[in-house]
């Protein structure tokens, strides 16, 4: 150990081999990021504003689009100048913390979803209770909840790789920092760690990812036994963006990481990462506002709908 170096500082290449293409790069990752912000800042203007949307539905998609602006600012900025100045380089304390952040809203962003499941699930199959059990106390509850564990398992992870030593190489051929290139700048062993992740992930990812389906099984069974087709319809629709953003968001989870790093090129790697990080939180306040009839009601008062759904 006495001959190897510290690492204190870290190289991200970014998107170096796309050369040619970076000016053009840097616009779209640009523009979905304004995107990003106006579009969840928005839904957070409206969800304040209009009394008919003062229910816990949209009071937990206010939370996930806070969590989608910090989660995008925490990415995005960087990316842009990565890409402008074809890489970049950051202390490995930046470097960490970046992690630290990714990681918690990741999390957050997974607990988030359970809860908006267990909401439909009870305004669906539960409805005569719905009132007194979703009061706006026990929603609180949950979102506190939510933010607090998102956080402290993250901290977790944080402070224990904080505790390995870093020794080299010091280059991360990604544009943010991530879990897996950062481990493999340890020359300390990792399997402790490896072992606390997963049984973290547990908690935070698999878990919730099993009480969605779960509800979703017991809403579909519910739906089933509507008798008329509308009154299906009806019951549907008040779930169908949020299993929407559901099934994006843990598709694209699923393919990242848990498809070995062997069986896909670095390029797919890299453009997989950026649609999880960077255009799916654009995505989440276009899908509600498009398939959602209260949100698009809100946006008629203010004239915004037509011109949201010419642009789309």
Not at 158 to 184: A, E, R, W, Y
Not at 284 to 305: H, M
């Amino acid at each position: 150990m006495e001959n190897q170096t510290m690492v204190t500082e870290i190289i991200l290449l970014g998107f170096h081999h796309l050369h040619s293409m970076r000016h053009l790069l840097f616009s779209i990752i640009l523009v979905v990021y304004c995107l990003t912000i106006s579009g969840n800042v928005l839904i957070i203007v409206l969800v304040s504003c209009f009394r008919h949307l003062h229910f816990p539905m949209y009071f937990f998609l206010t939370q996930m689009s806070i969590s989608d602006i910090l989660l995008t600012t925490c990415i995005a900025p960087r990316m842009l100048s990565i890409v402008h100045y074809e890489g970049g380089i950051v202390s490995l304390k930046a470097c960490i913390t970046q992690y630290f952040f990714f990681g918690a809203l990741e999390s957050l962003e997974c607990l988030l979803l359970t809860v908006m499941s267990y909401d439909r699930y009870l305004a669906i199959c539960n409805p005569l209770q719905y009132n007194s059990i979703m009061d706006h106390a026990f929603c609180v509850k949950l979102i506190v909840i939510s933010w607090v564990l998102g956080f402290f398992v993250a901290l977790i992870i944080v402070l224990s790789i904080m505790q390995l030593v870093f020794c080299g190489p010091n280059i991360i051929d990604h544009f943010f920092c991530d879990l897996d290139p950062l481990l493999k700048l340890l020359c300390s062993d990792t399997l402790i760690i490896h072992i606390e992740v997963l049984l973290l992930c547990v908690i935070v990812l698999i878990t919730p990812f099993l009480m969605v389906i779960v509800s979703y099984v017991y809403i579909a069974l519910t739906i089933a036994k509507i008798p008329s087709i509308s009154g299906k319809k009806k019951a549907f629709s008040t779930c169908s963006s949020h299993l929407t953003v559901v099934s994006i968001y843990y598709g694209t989870l699923i393919s990242i990481y848990t498809v070995p790093t062997n069986e896909r090129s670095l390029s797919t790697s890299k453009i997989l990462s950026m649609f999880f990080t960077v255009v799916t939180p654009m995505l989440n306040p276009i899908i509600y506002s498009l398939r959602n009839n209260d949100i698009r009601e809100a946006l008629k008062k203010i004239n915004l709908y037509p011109l949201i759904n010419r642009s789309i």
